[in-house]
C-alpha cells in the first residue's frame, strides 16, 4: 500500500488556477550557466491558486526558468504537467495522494503542494510555518545572506559587495567559473579579511580542475557549493577527500536518500534546500529532519521566488534544523514593485528577515499587478516566437 498522504483538508480542492507571469528584475543573475532572465531581464515563474470548498485559498510559485539550464523543467513544462495531470488528478479530493501516479516534475509539484499546504494553514487558521514545524519551537527572524552574481570585473564585484554589506548582509555568496574564480575570491579575501564569504559554482567544474579548487583552502571559505556534475554524488566524494572547504550540494540533493548517500560516501558536508528542486514541502521536510538529527548544516536556497515563494521559503527556514543563513534576500534586490502588498526588509542589525506571522503564507497577491505580470508573460513569448 502507498503511504498516506500526510495532510488533509477538511474541505475538499474545488478550483486550481495557473498563472504564467514575468517580472522585471531589479537587476540579472549571471551565473556559470548564463542569465537567469530573458527578455530585457525579466523572470518567468507559474503561481498556482488553490481554492477549498471552505473558501479558504493557498498559494505556491513554480520556480521554473525560460530555458532547462539549472533544472530540465521550463514554465512551459510545468504548465503542461499542471494543466493536464497534477489538477485534473487532485480537484474534488481532500489531499495530494494522487499525484504519487506522475513521476518528475518537482518544480510544478512543489508549486502545487505549496498552494495546498498554505490553503490548509488559512483553513486552520495558522502560519504556513505553524503548520510545517507541528508545533514545535521555531524562529522568528531567519538568518540571511546575498548572491552576487558573475561581474564585468573584479572592481566591480568589490563594488557591489560593500554595497551589500552597507545594506546589513552578514553572508556573501559569489557565484564562480572556470577563470572567474581563485583571482576574483583572493581580491574579495584581500579586501574583506573577516566577512562570512562562500563560492557557487553550478556544476561549471570537473576533477580536472581539482588543483584550482585546492586553491580556494586557503581563503576560509564558509563551502564551496555544488562544484560538479548537477547530478553527481561519486566525484564529489572523490573531490572532497581532496579538499578542506566544505562541499556543499544542490543540484545533486533530490530528496532525503541522496543526502543518505552523501554523507555515506563522503560527497559533501553541507546540504542546500530548495523546495521546488526536491519536490516539494514533504520531501524538504525529510532532508530537514534528517539534517538536524545527523547534525549536518543546512540552508534555504533561492530562485529568484516573488514574495509568494519568498514566504513559503522562510516558513522552511524559521525550523530549527536550517543552521546557516538561507539565499532568501530582501524583497528590492529583485522586484520593484513585488506581486505581494507585504515586502521583505533586512533586518541590519543581525542580517535577518522576519518570518511572517499572518494565517497561510502571510502574504496578500495584489491582483492588479498579478493580471500585469501574466500580460507581460505573454508578450515576451509572443516575441520570441
Given amino acids: 500500500m502507498p503511504e498516506a498522504y500526510p495532510l488533509r483538508a477538511e474541505a475538499p480542492i474545488t478550483h486550481v ?12 543573475l549571471l551565473t556559470s550557466f548564463g542569465s537567469e532572465a530573458r527578455q530585457d531581464a525579466l523572470r518567468a515563474a507559474v503561481l498556482v491558486e488553490l481554492e477549498l470548498a471552505s473558501g479558504a485559498i493557498g498559494w505556491g510559485e513554480c520556480v521554473a526558468s525560460w530555458a532547462p539550464r539549472y533544472s530540465y523543467e521550463t514554465v512551459e513544462t510545468a504548465l503542461h504537467v499542471l494543466r493536464d495531470f497534477f489538477i485534473p488528478a487532485v480537484l474534488g479530493e481532500h ?7 506522475f513521476r518528475g516534475h518537482p518544480m510544478a509539484r512543489m508549486a502545487l503542494e505549496a498552494a495546498f499546504w498554505s490553503a490548509i494553514a488559512v483553513e486552520r487558521g495558522l502560519p504556513l510555518g505553524d503548520l510545517l514545524s507541528q508545533g514545535a519551537p521555531r524562529k522568528e527572524r531567519v538568518a540571511v545572506g546575498v548572491s552576487i552574481g558573475i561581474q564585468p570585473s573584479i572592481d566591480a564585484t568589490l563594488a557591489i559587495i560593500e554595497k551589500r554589506l552597507q545594506e546589513g548582509y552578514r553572508r556573501i555568496k559569489l557565484k564562480i567559473k572556470p577563470n572567474w574564480d581563485v583571482e576574483v575570491l583572493r581580491a574579495v579575501r584581500r579586501a574583506y579579511p573577516n566577512i562570512a564569504l562562500m563560492a557557487d559554482a553550478n556544476s561549471a567544474y570537473t576533477l580536472a580542475d581539482v588543483p584550482t579548487l585546492k586553491q580556494l583552502d586557503e581563503l576560509n571559505l564558509l563551502m564551496i557549493e555544488q562544484p560538479l556534475g548537477y547530478l553527481d554524488l561519486y566525484q564529489h566524494s572523490k573531490l572532497q577527500a ?3 572547504t566544505p562541499i556543499c550540494l544542490d543540484e545533486s540533493i533530490h530528496n532525503a536518500d541522496d543526502v543518505r548517500l552523501m554523507l555515506h560516501i563522503g560527497a559533501g558536508k553541507i546540504v542546500n534546500l530548495k523546495p521546488g528542486r526536491v519536490g516539494g514541502l514533504i520531501e524538504a521536510l525529510k532532508i530537514h529532519e534528517l539534517c538536524r538529527s545527523e547534525g549536518v548544516p543546512l540552508w534555504i536556497g533561492g530562485m529568484l521566488e ?3 515563494g519568498r514566504a513559503a521559503n522562510l516558513a522552511l527556514a524559521s525550523l530549527t534544523g536550517v543552521t546557516l543563513p538561507s539565499d532568501i534576500s530582501a524583497t528590492n534586490r ?10 521583505f526588509t533586512l533586518n541590519a542589525e543581525d542580517s535577518t528577515i522576519s518570518v511572517p506571522k499572518g494565517v497561510g ?3 496578500t497577491v ?3 499587478r498579478l ?3 501574466e500580460v507581460a508573460y505573454h508578450k515576451a513569448v509572443a516575441a520570441m516566437e
Fill in 371 to 373: 493580471a500585469e505580470a
Fill in 242 to 244: 581532496q579538499l578542506q
Fill in 306 to 308: 516573488t514574495g509568494v
Fill in 95 to 101: 489531499d495530494l495522494g494522487k499525484l504519487r501516479a
Fill in 17 to 28: 488556477r495557473v498563472h504564467p507571469i514575468a517580472m522585471p528584475l531589479v537587476e540579472a
Fill in 361 to 363: 503564507l502571510g502574504v
Fill in 334 to 343: 529583485y522586484y520593484d514593485p513585488d506581486l505581494t502588498e507585504e515586502t
Fill in 366 to 368: 495584489n491582483r492588479a
